[in-house]
């Protein structure tokens, strides 16, 4: 009888780590955002955000709970992002400066511009319109 020469640890390993995930199948379909139905994009009409002052030049703040972030120009110009991660759906809850950071899988976002900057994600943040009106900041959908 000849031994037959037993696999490595690292050739098992290898082996479990390419062998497809039972129900996620290719591409790992669970995290998509169309697993079951697609992600809420932040708010379907015009929101009230509070006060335009609460935005300092040059910088961003996220509403939480309005699933918006809002940005503000040196100039004094506000932008302002659905802050619901393009990646899986998640809603983002944490800004470092103008960079937001979602929770689920490390996707980075620029609040300024709504672009991705860091993956998984790879579609921009979807663009709000913000308007002030009497010192308040009120977004909603782009028309």
Known sequence: MSARPSASRRTV?????????????????????????S???GPTGPVDLGAASEVPKGGARLYREQKVVVSRARDGSYGAFSSVCTHAGCP??????????????GSRFDATTGEVRQEPATVPLAKLSVTERDGRLVAGPEA
């Not at 809850?93 to 979602?102: A, I, K, S, W």
């Open 92 to 105: 983002i809850d944490r800004l470092e400066g103008t960079e937001l950071v979602c929770p689920c899988h």
């Open 13 to 37: 390993l290898r082996g479990a780590a390419a062998a497809p995930v039972a129900g996620l199948g290719p591409g790992l379909a669970a995290c998509s955002p169309g697993a079951g139905g």
């Open 39 to 41: 992600p809420s994009s």
